[in-house]
T-cell receptor, first 117, second 114 residues
């Protein structure tokens, strides 16, 4: 099966700085990579995703990059704010791949991001 | 996205008893999943809830312990049977619509077993 590694496990930054979280995956057939933000006591929220036919995707202050050759993808948050403090999870999935369960997500272990004011 | 609700939001149960958790979606979805999230941990997939047929369980999870029903395209239940303190966790359902890769989570059910 798929194995998703996520680093770092904790990340502290000053407000206004950038934060980068990195994930690697093992199965070259994976083709969909979402990122979730989970605030304390809340459900995971999908914040951005990328498909394997795209190298980068941006949405305001967040961006995700994908390197298929190296099998890694990263979340970039610029101009961080205290409200960005949360646990972030990366995941990988095989969509439309024969024999795979549609939507079956393999999650990383999570990164606790703390943004200090 | 989808509007997903879960009942109950939390419960405290005695060991040896069972609890059924409900997941309701505001419109038809293709896929429904059940996850477990222990404190400070990542999400672990329990099973895929299949409409009209038996759920597909992940390694380490069995139907006798976690029976799942999905009678239609908007509703599913997960039962945690013969509970022990090790079952204390947050249980979340998630859904995917037919036209999207995107997976959305319910608010979760916080279960404490004493």
């Amino acid at each position: 099966g798929e194995n998703v590694e996520q680093h770092p496990s904790t990340l502290s930054v000053q407000e206004g700085d950038s934060a980068v979280i990195k994930c690697t995956y093992s199965d070259s057939a994976s083709n969909y990579f979402p990122w979730y933000k989970q605030e304390l006591g809340k459900r995971p929220q999908l914040i951005i995703d990328i498909r394997s036919n795209v190298g980068e995707k941006k949405d305001q202050r967040i961006a995700v990059t994908l390197n298929k050759t190296a099998k890694h993808f990263s979340l970039h948050i610029t101009e961080t704010q205290p409200e960005d403090s949360a646990v972030y999870f990366c995941a990988a999935s095989k969509v439309g791949v024969r024999g795979s369960t549609l939507g079956r997500l393999y999650f990383g272990r999570g990164t606790q991001l703390t943004v200090w004011p | 996205s989808a509007v997903i609700s879960q009942k109950p939001s939390r419960d405290i149960c005695q060991r040896g008893t069972s609890l059924t958790i409900q997941c309701q979606v505001d419109s038809q979805v293709t896929m429904m999943f059940w996850y477990r999230q222990q404190p400070g941990q990542s999400l672990t997939l329990i099973a895929t809830a299949n409409q009209g047929s038996e759920a597909t369980y992940e390694s380490g999870f069995v139907i006798d312990k976690f029976p799942i029903s999905r009678p239609n395209l908007t509703f599913s239940t997960l039962t945690v049977s013969n509970m022990s303190p090790e079952d204390s966790s947050i249980y979340l359902c998630s859904v995917i619509r037919d036209t999207s890769y995107e997976q959305y989570f319910g608010p979760g059910t916080r279960l404490t077993v004493t």
